[in-house]
């Protein structure tokens, strides 16, 4: 072997070993003028990985919409904020934390969740609530079941010490995710009135730079990078890139860097996630065109023997970087010792825009930030534009025609992994310390009361995978657009939203043709809405053994209600009311939707476009219809007491969860649900009461017809398109044939609510053998 | 009239400390912040509260290292003065530990976390603490933790029956806790822990407005 296939050799293991490629190598080279050296290597990986740089998605979403006149921060920091109003502020973002989660259930949710708090309250917002979106394989899967419970265990291991609500969340199975599974956590923060926003960018030359919290150790080395590749089969060997959290520490940090904030102790904070100490401190630098003089020796260390590329790359969680005044510190000391915890200055600012890394007195290297937060690589990856034709759904085809049949799918539905009850999961959640909550996870938005204005904050999540594999673009409207309706059908006004958009592999075509679908789909409903994207992250090569995920662009919507008092429920609460439907037909879908281990068809099982205009006027009006209404209005008392978005199985399982909660029954007319629904005329009534319509709406209300519609109609909404077809009654799920005929083929259905409840109940403990709970009736 | 003083004591990870302050100042009295690293005068307080939480991030053993701090050396003092404690989830955990009150409480029976509302039946009085409910009254207020099974051995169970020590019982045994003990006193009478939370239920849009019965004692 020559020299030069030495030297070729060792570059391409040192490629491979820093994941970067052979055009990326040149592109460092040239913008230092020669090739990198030491610590460098460590510095653009993680800076460029895709993690960190969005090198794949940049350029689609600096499209994106992200600004009203509520925003007052959105990308670029560690979260968006938006202006509530009356000096209340909050804080959001939702973000992945995906492969660790695959490779160790319970230690990858916990840091997901540890995580995204710290991006909230390091902007100087206490966090009132945590939202997660999770996918999982079929419960059969290999692992699944200790997957599940890792990530729920997880989950309520972080949130609860930490003593922050899990209010809401969302669970879906597919055999999509068998080998990947997407654990996305929200969290959302409060700026009461007075309290001020603190931002990443660094100022003041000499000012210095102070490290906060957990010691450093060898935990997540590398990571930003492993969470940019697809899995292998060796994906088990990368257990040692997982972080391992800890949630007493969150929960001091967190109480001491709200004190510091609050006494005006720091001039910019930021947390150390992916790609630790590197990230923060160059993107600080770089934020603030100033550089850093950093003394890696200085790092508060768990183990005295890692060298200063562990020290950059580590991903040791709970832990802070600031900017502080000197004659700041040593109360910034003081303060973080009565917590417990460790403040130390590793540096200081410097006017020069240049970073100096020092080990014991020698210098590192000397390197301008901007060369790895500004100058990453930006990709315009191959895609092809969306076209409305590529319809493929799962579908299952209703059994049969008959009250039997209809009652068959019913049980069918409610007892299906996709349609049972979630209670096992969200009962291991503390749902309620903080005393704020006003709706959990048994409610379909989660609502925390803000103390000061006794207003409603609304948070749902979106993204309904099936309508993704459906039509990328019409899943990705669906996104927002399902949510923002259910936070309406509450009274609640969307005021803005987060996203995390989990996708395969951005290099091959149809992943990226359908991130870029996904996106305008977004971006249309966001717009209609003025509910602008305000923060979020990107998370691609979600995929094993060359198999992709569905795209799933999870989001989480936020909004706001004049109070809390009046909340309509999401299932009945009174008998003897009206039952409307509320019809937006925009899409429909033959068969039920969201099955899990049903066979793939691939025919065009669904038609029509989704509007999102149409879906915001409708958005509006639903929400001034729901928000309460009385002599000091809004909202002191409510004639609607129960609503309810249709979605998967279609309004026969909508009615049936509305329905078994409190054990109040439905009389359903089936005659005048076919005359509300003339647009399905052409299905069998079986098949129609279990086909997704996009959109409609269950409202129980003690009005009339005649005074829902004119109330509607003076809130801008068409009264035509409000259905009077029930009535809540007794304790049975019944529809009424209509027909006097005996001889009627599809009879009428009476079944009793117990025996669906226990349908829905025992559906989780049927799917997972060993994950279950005593029930108390 | 002064208001009545009520001390509330933070440990490193207590979470419901806000909570139960506001309560407090719901409930007609004066909240005072106590800390777990000083000493205070016991004499200053009308009653004591323990608030829920994860002290020490229930490191060891729930409550076992808060019942070692030194602010509980005051706690002490009041409760051999009489004072009126309350111990709300894990400062019921840290009273235990600190043996001011019989019994322990140990991982739920089906070894998880529990966040449900539930039903609870007076049957003690000793305790001021929801002092005018008659025995019998039914509270419903929800629960929150993982280490809520109350053990206690069989002539201790035996005690606190003659001794009219079991304060509360829940209705449907959420955790596995032996005679479905919810809530106890001491001997005494004046310290009192619970594992449900009643500053979670103070208004309706909580769910439930029965918290207020047991807390609101100074108005």
């Known amino acids: 072997m020559g020299q030069d296939q030495r030297d070729n050799k060792e570059l391409q293991e040192k490629l491979k070993h820093y994941r970067l490629n052979e055009s990326e190598h040149r592109r460092i080279a040239g913008l230092l003028g020669r090739e990198p050296q030491g610590v460098e290597w460590a510095l653009f990986s993680a800076m460029w990985s895709e993690h960190c740089s969005y090198k794949s998605s940049r350029v689609h979403l600096k499209g994106l919409f992200n600004k009203s006149e509520r925003v007052l921060q959105s990308f670029g920091e560690n979260a968006g904020v938006v202006d509530l109003g009356d000096g209340e502020r909050v804080a959001f973002k939702i973000e992945s934390h995906n492969h660790p989660s695959f490779i160790e259930p319970y230690q990858g949710a916990t840091t997901g969740v540890g995580g995204i708090l710290r991006d909230i309250f390091t902007m100087g917002a206490r966090p009132i609530a945590v939202a997660d979106y999770l996918c999982f394989g079929r419960?059969?899967?290999e692992r699944m079941e200790k997957i599940v419970d890792g990530v729920v265990r997880g989950i309520g291991g972080y949130g609860n010490p930490v003593g922050v609500p899990t209010i809401t969340g969302q669970?879906?199975?597919?055999?999509?995710y068998d080998k990947n599974v997407l654990v996305n956590a929200m969290a959302v923060g409060l700026f009461r009135k007075g309290e001020k926003v603190f931002l990443s960018k660094a100022k003041g030359v000499g000012n210095l730079v102070v490290y906060a919290g957990a010691k450093t150790g060898r935990d997540g080395v590398h990571g930003a990078s492993m969470a940019s590749e697809s899995f292998g089969k060796d994906s088990e060997k990368k257990r040692p890139t997982i972080q391992i959290g800890d949630p007493f520490f969150e929960k001091l940090l967190i109480e001491a860097c709200l004190e510091v904030m609050e006494q005006d102790l720091v001039v910019a904070i930021q947390d150390m996630g992916a790609a630790g100490l590197t990230s923060s401190s160059f993107e600080m630098a770089s934020k603030g065109g100033v550089g850093f003089n950093l003394h890696l020796d200085r790092v508060p260390l768990r183990e005295s023997t890692l060298q200063p590329e562990d020290i950059l790359l580590s991903e040791s969680q709970e832990r802070m970087l600031m900017v502080v005044e000197p004659a700041k510190l040593s109360n910034v000391e003081a303060l973080f010792k009565r917590w417990g915890l460790e403040a130390v200055a590793i540096g200081e600012v410097t006017a020069k825009k240049t970073m100096k890394l020092f080990w014991k007195g020698d210098l590192l290297t000397e390197i301008d930030p901007e060369l790895l937060t500004e100058h990453a690589p930006m990709y315009e990856r191959p895609f092809e534009p969306w076209t409305p034709s590529n319809r493929v759904a799962s579908v299952a085809d209703i059994a049969g025609e008959s009250a039997a049949d209809i009652r068959a799918s019913l049980r069918t539905a409610l007892s299906s992994p996709q349609g049972c009850s979630r209670e096992?999961?969200?009962?291991?959640?503390?749902?309620?310390?903080g005393a704020s909550t006003a709706a959990d996870c048994h409610e379909s938005v989660g609502v925390i009361r803000l103390k000061d204005s006794g207003r409603g904050l609304g948070i749902v999540l979106g993204c309904r995978p099936q309508m993704m594999r459906l039509d990328a673009r019409e899943g990705g409207l669906d996104a927002v657009a399902f949510p923002a309706l259910e936070?309406?059908?509450?009274?609640?006004?969307?005021l803005a939203v987060t996203d995390c958009l989990n996708f395969g592999n951005p290099e091959r075509v149809p992943v990226m043709s359908s991130f870029v679908a996904a996106l305008s789909g977004l971006n249309e409903i966001c717009e209609s809405l003025v509910a602008p994207i305000i923060s979020g992250n990107v998370s691609f090569y979600n995929e094993t053994e060359g198999?992709?995920?569905t795209p799933t662009p999870s989001t989480g919507v936020v909004g706001l209600r004049p109070t809390v008092t009046s909340l309509p429920k999401s299932d009945f609460v009174h008998e003897g009311e009206n039952v409307f439907l509320l019809r937006l037909p925009q899409l429909w879908t033959s068969g039920a939707m969201g099955e899990v281990t049903g066979p793939e068809s691939t025919g065009p099982r669904a038609f029509g476009t989704l509007n999102g205009k149409e879906i915001a006027a409708l958005v509006t009006s639903l929400r001034k219809l729901t928000e309460g209404v009385g002599p000091h209005s809004p909202a002191t008392e409510n004639t609607i007491s129960a609503t309810r978005v249709v979605g998967k199985f279609g309004l026969g399982y909508a009615l049936a969860r509305m329905a078994i909660s409190k054990n109040i029954g439905v009389r359903l007319s089936r005659s005048a649900t076919q005359a509300a629904r003339p647009d399905l005329a052409k299905m069998s009534f079986a098949e129609s009461l279990f086909c997704e319509v996009s959109y409609e709406v269950l409202i129980s209300s003690t009005e009339s017809l005649e005074a829902l519609r004119n109330r509607f109609a003076s809130h801008g909404g068409d009264p035509r398109s409000l259905h009077l077809i029930g009535t809540t009654h007794g304790h049975r799920f019944v529809i009424e044939s209509g027909s006097s005929s005996d001889t009627d083929p599809e009879g009428t259905l009476d079944v009793n609510l117990l025996e669906l409840k226990m349908d829905y109940d025992s559906g989780w403990s049927s799917a997972f053998k060993n994950l279950s709970f005593e029930r108390q009736y | 009239m002064a208001k009545a003083k009520v001390g509330v004591v933070r440990f490193p990870g207590t979470n419901c400390d806000r909570d139960v302050f506001e309560a407090v100042g719901l409930s007609g009295a004066e909240p005072i912040w106590l800390w777990h690293e000083d000493l205070f005068d016991s004499a200053q307080f009308s009653a004591l509260i323990l608030p829920g939480g994860f002290s020490y991030g229930d490191y060891l053993r729930s409550g076992a290292l808060a019942a070692r701090a030194v602010a509980m050396k005051s706690v002490r003092e009041a409760a051999?003065?009489?004072?009126?404690?309350?111990?709300?989830?894990?400062?019921?955990?840290?009273?235990?530990?600190?043996?001011?009150?019989?019994?322990?409480?140990v991982r739920n029976t089906g070894r998880r976390f529990i966040d449900s509302w539930v039903d609870l039946k007076k049957v003690g009085s000793r305790t001021v603490f929801g002092g005018s409910l008659p025995s019998g009254s039914g509270i419903r207020i929800p629960i929150a933790h993982a280490d809520g099974r109350f053990v206690i051995d069989d002539s201790g169970l035996n005690e606190l029956r003659d001794r009219d020590q079991i304060w509360l019982e829940y209705q449907a045994n959420p955790n596995g806790?032996?005679?479905?003990?919810?809530?106890?006193?001491?001997?005494?009478?004046?310290?009192?822990?619970?594992?449900?939370?009643?500053?979670?239920?103070?208004?309706?849009?909580?769910?439930?407005?029965?918290?207020?019965r047991l807390l609101e004692i100074w108005s």
Not at chain 1, 487 to 494: H, I, M, T
Request: hydrophobic residues 40%.
């Open chain 2, 80 to 105: 051999v003065r009489g004072t009126p404690i309350l111990g709300i989830c894990n400062g019921f955990q840290i009273l235990c530990e600190a043996r001011l009150l019989p019994g322990a409480l």
């Open chain 1, 171 to 176: 669970t879906e199975f597919d055999p999509s």
């Open chain 1, 487 to 494: 936070l309406a059908a509450k009274g609640f006004e969307p």
């Open chain 1, 547 to 549: 198999r992709g995920i």
């Open chain 1, 139 to 141: 419960p059969q899967a």
């Open chain 1, 424 to 433: 096992f999961i969200f009962r291991q959640y503390d749902g309620h310390v």
């Open chain 2, 177 to 212: 806790s032996i005679a479905a003990i919810a809530g106890v006193t001491n001997e005494n009478g004046n310290v009192a822990g619970l594992m449900p939370h009643p500053e979670r239920a103070f208004h309706e849009w909580m769910g439930g407005t029965d918290g207020r």
